[in-house]
């Protein structure tokens, strides 16, 4: 059973790294290990309010952009996540066999060092497309397909997403953007999909858990959207691929 301070600390995680190139699977699997919890349909439905309150938390940072008068960049949206829909749904058992925290951390110290290469020869000045809005019909296509190995646990969907962008000329702040938008139809699919396969287990739930962890889940999202294109202004991707370094090593040394 999750209680309410496993709601509030899983809240927090899923809220700080959706958006964030880190893999909210990869941190929400080590949380509920180090607090004991089970990957039962119990933890599994919690995890699908937290992840629909990161949705609405893209929704309300861009509210202008879910309009009709923004439907060509929807387009876009919508192809770029038809690749990692059409996989994720063939291969669904797959997917799920190698959830493991082991597999985590070596994904992690990839993902890492993948980050650290793309940004040593990546640059800036060279960018194409400096607003989400130009995103062209081929790169977004590129997008999506480098959006499939976030089907690895611990790789990260916006890892792979952002530097599938910044690959295809993207600058890093419309990669990002874009990564954040894409997140609406890719989480609203495994939405969807967890409410059918887990509805019945809501009745197990601590109503009032679900609840706080869905508020805080929200909060820490919108806050992280905002202060990660602030952190762009200024900083590179370096960091998170040293971040993603050392937390794989740490948990490899752990578990």
């Given at each position: 059973m999750i209680g309410i301070f496993d709601s509030i600390i899983l809240g927090i995680i899923e809220g700080l790294t959706e958006f964030l190139p880190i893999s909210s699977t990869g941190h929400l699997i080590v949380a509920s290990e180090l607090l004991g919890l089970k990957q039962d349909n119990v933890t599994k439905a919690f995890e699908?309010?937290?992840?629909?309150?990161?949705?609405?938390?893209?929704?309300?940072?861009?509210?202008?952009?879910?309009?009709?008068k923004h439907i060509e960049l929807w387009k876009k949206v919508v192809l770029a996540f038809l690749p990692i829909g059409i996989v994720g749904f063939l291969l669904a058992d797959i997917v799920k066999s190698l959830f493991s925290v082991q597999i985590v951390a070596i994904m992690f110290i990839i993902g890492g060092i993948v980050f650290i290469i793309v940004e040593k020869f990546y640059d800036e000045k060279k960018a194409l497309t400096k607003d989400v809005e130009d995103i062209s019909y081929k790169?977004?296509?590129?997008?999506?397909?480098?959006?499939?190995?976030?089907?690895?646990?611990?790789?990260?969907?916006?890892?792979?997403?952002?530097?599938?962008?910044?690959?295809?000329?993207?600058?890093?702040?419309?990669?990002?953007?874009?990564s954040f938008l894409l997140a609406v139809p890719v989480l609203c699919a495994t939405t969807a999909y967890d409410l059918l396969k887990h509805y019945k287990d809501?009745?197990?739930?601590?109503?009032?858990?679900?609840?706080?962890?869905?508020?805080?889940?929200?909060?820490?999202?919108?806050?992280?959207?905002?202060?990660?294109?602030?952190?762009?202004?200024?900083?590179?991707?370096?960091?998170f691929g040293i971040y993603r370094i050392l937390f794989g090593i740490i948990l490899l040394i752990l578990f």
């Open positions: 699908v309010i937290i992840q629909f309150a990161a949705i609405l938390a893209v929704v309300l940072h861009y509210p202008s952009k879910f309009t009709l790169q977004s296509l590129y997008i999506g397909l480098a959006q499939i190995f976030a089907l690895i646990p611990g790789t990260s969907r916006a890892g792979s997403t952002i530097i599938g962008a910044m690959l295809v000329k993207l600058n890093r702040k419309a990669s990002a953007e874009f809501f009745a197990d739930a601590n109503l009032l858990s679900l609840l706080i962890g869905f508020v805080v889940s929200f909060i820490v999202a919108y806050g992280a959207i905002t202060i990660f294109l602030k952190f762009l202004e200024k900083f590179t991707f370096v960091a």
